[in-house]
Antibody, heavy 118, light 109 residues
Framework: EVQLVESGGGLVQPGGSLRLSCAAS????????MSWVRQAPGKGLEWVSL???????YYADSVKGRFTISRDNPKNTLYLQMNSLRAEDTAVYYC????????????WGQGTLVTVSS | SYVLTQPPSVSVAPGQTARITCGGN??????VHWYQQKPGQAPVLVVY???DRPSGIPERFSGSNSENTATLTISRVEAGDEADYYC????????????FGTGTKVTVL
C-alpha cells in the first residue's frame, strides 16, 4: 500500500527557513516523479515543485530561488528546503506522486502546515 | 503561463446532475485531471486523462474535454459529493509545471 507522510511544518518568522519531509512507503521515491503542492488557508491548490526520477527539478515562479526539492534514496524520503520564507508561503504543504505520462497526482500525503508570521 | 478557470460554486439537488467546467486555451490538446477535496482532507483523484476513473471511484463521476472546456459531470448527486473540485493539467512546455484550476465548491441542496 502506498503511503506518504509529511512532517516538519510549524511556525517560522519571515525570512526564516524550514525543511519539510515526506516519508514514502509502498513504492520507491527515486524511481518516481514527486511533487510538492500547497494550499493557503481558504484558497486553492498551487503546485510548488517537481523532481523527476532522473533528478531534474522544476519550481513554480513564486518559489524559484528560495525552495529546493531533493530526496534521500536510502531513507525513501522527499524533502522541501524552504528559505527566505514570506507570509504568503503560509499554507498546508502536500507531497504527491504525479504520473510521468499524464501528470495526474494519484497519491497524496495528509499535508503539513507551515505558518510564516512574526 | 497556462490558466485554468472554474466557476466558484455549483449548487445541485440530491439525485440531480452537477456539471463543473474548466476553461483553458485549447485545453482539448491536454490531458485533464479532476480532484475532489473535502474539508480538512487531502485531494483525491476522481478522473484522470479526461475520462478515466481510478479504481474505487463511482461511475457517477465522468469527464469530457473539447475545444476550450473540460467538464466533470457528477450524476445522481449524493450528499457525500459536497466538496471542492479542482481540474489540473500538465504544462509540459518550458516551465514543466502542473497547473490547477481555481476550484469549484459543489453544494448539495
Amino acid at each position: 500500500e502506498v503511503q506518504l507522510v509529511e512532517s516538519g511544518g510549524g511556525l517560522v518568522q519571515p525570512g526564516g527557513s524550514l525543511r519539510l519531509s515526506c516519508a514514502a512507503s509502498g513504492f520507491t521515491v527515486s524511481s518516481n516523479y514527486m511533487s510538492w503542492v500547497r494550499q493557503a488557508p481558504g484558497k486553492g491548490l498551487e503546485w510548488v515543485s517537481l523532481i523527476y526520477s532522473g533528478g531534474i527539478t522544476y519550481y513554480a515562479d513564486s518559489v524559484k530561488g528560495r525552495f529546493t526539492i531533493s530526496r534521500d534514496n536510502p531513507k525513501n524520503t522527499l524533502y522541501l528546503q524552504m528559505n527566505s520564507l514570506r507570509a504568503e508561503d503560509t499554507a498546508v504543504y502536500y507531497c504527491a506522486t504525479p504520473s510521468p505520462l499524464s501528470g495526474a497526482h494519484d497519491y497524496w500525503g495528509q499535508g503539513t502546515l507551515v505558518t510564516v508570521s512574526s | 503561463s497556462y490558466v485554468l478557470t472554474q466557476p466558484p460554486s455549483v449548487s445541485v439537488a440530491p439525485g440531480q446532475t452537477a456539471r463543473i467546467t474548466c476553461g483553458g486555451n485549447n485545453i482539448e490538446s491536454k490531458s485533464v485531471h479532476w480532484y475532489q477535496q473535502k474539508p480538512g482532507q487531502a485531494p483525491v483523484l476522481v478522473v484522470y486523462d479526461d475520462t478515466d476513473r481510478p479504481s474505487g471511484i463511482p461511475e457517477r463521476f465522468s469527464g469530457s474535454n473539447s475545444e476550450n472546456t473540460a467538464t466533470l459531470t457528477i450524476s445522481r448527486v449524493e450528499a457525500g459529493d459536497e466538496a471542492d473540485y479542482y481540474c489540473q493539467v500538465w504544462d509540459s512546455g518550458s516551465d514543466h509545471s502542473y497547473v490547477f484550476g481555481t476550484g469549484t465548491k459543489v453544494t448539495v441542496l
